[in-house]
């Protein structure tokens, strides 16, 4: 797949890895964190900074009872009701401008991900650069198929996705006018843990879909990241925060701003480690073949003189002839009085 631009920034193989700070409810509803939010993620080096864009009501019904709470023991977000935990967590609406705003100012990309279709409306009119689908929704087609519409990339989650679930969300979006596509390998689990992230799926994704493949990851550190950016990732998405001390209902498994620029880093590295396939020395070992062994007078040598292995070496450094031909010309006689530490060449002979 061709590279194509989300803002201006180029997305693919050829270009260093596209690094996305994710927000999500990690503003603790406040807009002067937000906003720090957003200066910490410029200042740590990342691309793009990622909001969501819902309402508790848009999300789910209002009830306490039964599968409207979560009851998973290991849950972050234990007997929590879906209804409170996502009026915690929403960014309220108004907010957006302003957060899209500093982003433009500071030289990173603001976007969203949006969560149902009026969620896409409210973004166009503040013309964001791409939408981001959550594992959640990858199999809400409808959602897919109006986000595909504005013919804006799309970036989207394959959380909990079997390869039918992944076709046929494919198929929408490009029905529906979807050009520019990345598929983000994905666990749905908070924090996830590396065992269960199966990296391999990123390039067999990218073969088989046909689309660029990157990595949504909910795991601690930057390991991971910067070892599916060696498995050709070109998008990398973490969630950030100013400090996990902090709380929020995401600040867990989110990464603090000087983890954010390790990743930055380390995932430029890697890509930059890629290269290509290369045998032989690369420019920059030029100098270095002077310290390859050779083949050396070890002891004055007379002219007449049989070489032996008590006057001939392979030591370093590798002005001499290379130590494969140690055994021809072992037993040969030179030319000529050879002093101790004459580099052998073939004029010697003869």
């Not at 046909?210 to 990851?217: I, V």
Request: glycine share 8%.
């Amino acid at each position: 797949m061709s590279e194509f631009l989300i803002g201006d920034r180029k997305i693919g193989k050829g270009s260093p890895p596209f690094v996305i700070a994710e927000m999500s409810g990690n503003h603790n509803q406040s807009l002067e964190r937000a906003l720090t939010i957003v200066e910490e993620a410029a200042k740590s080096g990342a691309h793009a900074l990622k909001i969501q864009t819902y309402k508790a009501d848009t999300m789910t019904l209002n009830l306490s009872q039964d599968e409207f709470v979560i009851g998973d023991s290991g849950s972050l977000w234990k007997n929590r009701s879906l209804y409170d935990l996502y009026q915690q967590a929403y960014t309220p609406w108004e907010w957006h401008k302003p957060i899209f705003d500093r982003c433009k100012e500071l030289g990173i990309l603001g976007f969203s991900t949006p969560f149902d279709e009026t969620a896409i409306d409210f973004l166009e009119s503040l013309n964001v650069p791409c939408y981001k689908i959550a594992s959640f929704e990858n199999t809400d087609l409808p959602l897919i198929r109006k986000a595909a519409s504005t013919g804006k990339p799309l970036i989207i989650s394959t959380g909990m996705a079997s390869v039918a679930e992944l076709d046929e969300t494919v198929r929408a979006a490009r029905e529906a006018g979807c050009k520019q596509l990345v598929l983000l390998k994905c666990t749905s689990t908070y924090p996830a843990t590396p065992k269960d992230t199966n990296l391999m799926t990123i390039p067999h994704m990218r073969d088989l879909f046909h689309c660029e493949a990157g990595l949504s990851d909910h795991t601690m550190g930057s390991g991971v990241a910067v070892a599916a950016v060696a498995l050709g990732a070109t998008v990398i998405e973490k969630h950030f925060t100013l400090n996990r001390a902090d709380g929020g209902v995401d600040s867990a498994f989110s990464m603090e701003p000087e983890e954010m620029k390790r990743l930055v880093a380390e995932s430029l590295s890697a890509w930059q480690a890629m290269g290509a396939i290369s045998y032989g020395p690369v420019g920059s070992e030029l100098k270095s073949m002077q310290f390859r062994r050779s083949l050396y007078a070890a002891k004055d040598i007379m002219a007449g003189e049989l070489l032996n292995n008590d006057n001939l070496r392979a030591i370093r450094p590798g002005f001499g002839l290379p130590p494969k031909y140690y055994p021809i010309i072992i037993g040969k006689r030179v030319n000529k009085d050879v002093r101790k530490g004459t580099p052998i060449t073939w004029d010697l002979f003869g």
